[in-house]
DNA sequence: CCTACCGATCGGTAGG
DNA sequence: CCTACCGATCGGTAGG
């Protein structure tokens, strides 16, 4: 198992292959979706034959749980520096956004569908709590301060959660993201955003919402009269 | 071609075969997505061998756009009637969001990626254009007469477009139907709301956002001074 | 609308 | 890490 001469790759350069490996499948299966990659796509994309991977990974399915739970672990790292810092909430918040429209290229929701209905049991159940812990976990820690503080409403005036909360900014964020792209294929709408404007707009809505805070009281609203 | 005795469906059969094929192939495509479903599983959940199918439709992604299309128009007629209603801009979002969340099963992500990466050019283009006049339209008129009452914030004062409302709206219903999916799987967190709340609580956070009012104001925000 | 069948492609294995 | 190959399944067609 040390390492043959010349024929059998070195230890080196076996791991250096496996890092390409799941770096390719990541950028395919994020894109594409786990069932429209090929693992010959993926082989040849890397410079292998198909049945080179088989030596890296165990199957298909155990390559992307490792590209998932790769990323979850970095993405999660990135998130858990920010939410410590000594910042206001809407400053750490619009740090995440940041963060989050420039490193995260994937859409969650297709990589939530593949882990549901592409992966067995034991692997969704470990996928399902690393999301939680890497991030959903440091997003709530900066929705609890808020409400901590105070600055942020609780459940009883029109708020939610910090774990709802967090699952709402990830789904907004993601919001944005795909409307963008609906547009540039749908009618090449004028939507010149960066990300740092994109993450400031983001969190604002998020924070004050869309409606115009003089003409309107928030409060008034908590108590709907169900007419149909 | 006008129907043979008893080995030959009738008009009126081949009809109804071909709506029991739409109905049954919309809830499989809509919950497993475009690759995941395969002709025979279809037909079989018809009661039909795989290429009775190809009577009916000419090849899977036609069968694909025609569940589409149907599924657009329907869900376009009931927000176009309420957009239309003499109520007020809140309470014609709240419908919106009731109808959407207890009509709309599937995933607007899922739907979105597998027309832009199974679909030909041109059915992605019809289906961009119809999902444009169905959905977004009648939203984005909701929107509009917010913003011409003033009732919502401009681009101005940190609100946005018509259109992009629209898209934020539709992100916004479906990430509360996603979140609680996940935390269903995830953790079993109780979150035992009914559609009716739900809209509720979607649209009151949409329009006053998750901050606390009173402590902070919503218009210095509006120039974020980039510290890094 | 069925039986019979095709070529292509899939994930994965044998064996070196 | 390659060559060679397998069984299964896919979308679609022929022909009645």
């Known amino acids: 198992m040390a390492g043959?001469?010349?024929?059998?790759?070195?230890?080196?350069?076996a791991e250096e292959t496996?890092?390409?490996?799941?770096?390719?499948?990541?950028?395919?299966?994020?894109?594409?979706?786990?069932?429209?990659?090929?693992?010959?796509?993926?082989?040849?994309?890397?410079?292998?034959t198909q049945p080179a991977l088989y030596h890296h990974f165990a199957d298909k399915k155990a390559l992307y749980a490792a590209v998932i739970q790769e990323n979850l672990v970095e993405?999660?790292?990135?998130?858990?520096?920010?939410?410590?810092?000594n910042?206001?909430?809407?400053?750490?918040?619009r740090q995440c956004a940041r963060y989050l429209l420039s490193n995260v290229q994937y859409n969650h929701s297709l990589m939530f569908h593949d882990i549901r209905?592409?992966?067995?049991?034991?692997?969704?159940?470990?996928?399902?709590?690393?999301?939680?812990?890497?991030?959903i976990t440091p997003l709530s820690t900066i929705f609890e301060d808020g409400l901590r503080q105070r600055t942020l409403r609780d459940q009883q005036h029109g708020g939610v959660d910090a774990i709802a909360a967090a699952y709402l900014f990830l789904n907004v964020l993601e919001r944005f993201l795909t409307s963008t792209s609906y547009r540039q294929y749908l009618t090449?709408?004028?939507t010149p955003a960066t990300s740092i404007e994109e993450a400031e707009?983001?969190?604002?809505?998020?924070?004050?919402?869309?409606?115009?805070?003089?003409?309107?009281?928030p409060a008034q609203m908590l108590d709907p009269e169900q007419t149909e």
């Open 4 to 13: 043959k001469q010349q024929r059998r790759p070195s230890h080196e350069e």
């Open 87 to 93: 910042e206001s909430v809407h400053e750490r918040l």
């Open 75 to 85: 993405t999660g790292a990135a998130l858990e520096r920010i939410s410590r810092r």
């Open 188 to 190: 090449a709408s004028a």
């Open 18 to 48: 496996q890092r390409t490996i799941l770096r390719t499948a990541q950028k395919l299966f994020m894109e594409y979706g786990y069932r429209a990659v090929s693992t010959r796509q993926i082989a040849i994309a890397c410079g292998l």
């Open 201 to 217: 707009v983001i969190v604002h809505i998020l924070l004050y919402g869309l409606a115009n805070v003089e003409r309107a009281c």
């Open 117 to 135: 209905y592409q992966m067995d049991a034991d692997v969704q159940q470990m996928l399902g709590e690393a999301f939680h812990a890497r991030m």
